[in-house]
């Protein structure tokens, strides 16, 4: 596949990305306190994002919200951790570079043009984590 994203703003040496389907722009911060896109809603105490932009993806389609989602590059205005949900519990060694951080992330450009998953891989994601629903399991531990 021949350029599959064209990437708009600042990249710095690890890009890291954030995928929503908020409509944001260069300089703003995402941060924790609002209602999660995933599980119960409940308010969250980390923001996550990853160094891969096939996990950003899954975050845009995944996303609460009617469109198809946003990628953003972001930059992390703190200090940060692996995201246990996935590590600890699903991937060791974290193979999505998917971090959370308890201090705002910072908007520095926006990936312009990415590709979705295939619709039955996005439906059967979608089944699967209404299973997990079903059975009590939360997406997101805090």
């Known amino acids: 596949m021949e350029n599959p994203t064209a990437v708009t703003g600042q990249e710095t040496p690890e890009t890291y990305y954030h995928g929503t389907k908020a409509a944001l722009k260069a300089g703003d911060l995402i941060a924790p306190g609002f209602n999660s896109n995933y599980g119960q809603r409940n308010k969250a105490k980390y923001v996550y994002f990853t160094a891969t932009l096939d996990a950003a993806i899954w975050g845009a389609e995944l996303a609460s919200g009617e469109g198809r989602g946003s990628i953003y590059i972001v930059?992390?205005?703190?200090?940060?951790?692996?995201?246990?949900?996935?590590?600890?519990?699903?991937?060791?060694?974290?193979?999505?570079?998917?971090?959370?951080?308890?201090?705002?992330?910072?908007?520095?450009?926006?990936?312009?043009?990415?590709?979705?998953?295939?619709?039955?891989?996005?439906?059967?994601?979608?089944?699967?984590?209404?299973?997990?629903?079903?059975?009590?399991?939360e997406a997101i531990e805090d």
């Open 75 to 137: 930059e992390s205005t703190g200090s940060f951790e692996d995201d246990p949900n996935l590590t600890d519990k699903k991937f060791p060694e974290n193979p999505t570079k998917s971090c959370r951080t308890k201090a705002p992330l910072r908007v520095v450009g926006e990936v312009a043009d990415w590709q979705g998953h295939a619709p039955k891989q996005l439906q059967a994601m979608k089944q699967h984590l209404e299973q997990l629903k079903q059975q009590g399991i």
